[in-house]
């Protein structure tokens, strides 16, 4: 069974940093794409960030561009988000997805999800 679990959420001055974290079992995903998605209260999901070590691919939505870092560990199979320079928009629920071989900032082409973890960022 495989499990994808964040954390490290929380709340957060606006200016401040935060790193999520997000630890997968059951399989790996070494040559598919791992990734960030958010969503906030009456809005739909949205593409954070995504990363695929085949190619040295990582994307990010033009929102977070030049504040937040995505990285993985396949070792660990493990994903990350560091989050800097946040603003009141960032506050969400994130999660982790993971899985996906095309379209990467389609949430539609993740199979496994997290159950999310909550980012709230206080101006």
């Known amino acids: 069974q495989v499990q994808l679990v964040e954390s490290g959420g929380g709340l957060v001055q606006a200016g401040g940093s935060l790193m999520l974290s997000c630890a997968a079992s059951?399989?790996?995903?070494?040559?598919?794409?791992m990734g960030w998605f958010r969503q906030a209260p009456g809005k739909e999901r949205e593409f954070v960030a995504t990363?695929?070590?085949?190619?040295?691919?990582?994307i990010y939505a033009d929102s977070v561009k030049g504040r937040f870092t995505i990285s993985r560990d396949n070792a660990k199979n493990s994903l990350s988000l560091q989050m800097s320079s946040l603003k009141s928009e960032d506050t969400a629920v994130y999660y982790c997805?993971?899985?996906?071989?095309?379209?990467?900032?389609?949430?539609?082409?993740?199979?496994?999800w997290g159950q999310g973890t909550q980012v709230t960022v206080s101006s």
């Open positions: 990363i695929r070590t085949s190619g040295g691919i990582i």
């Open positions: 059951g399989r790996t995903f070494g040559s598919y794409y």
């Open positions: 997805a993971a899985g996906a071989t095309a379209g990467p900032r389609l949430s539609q082409k993740y199979p496994y």
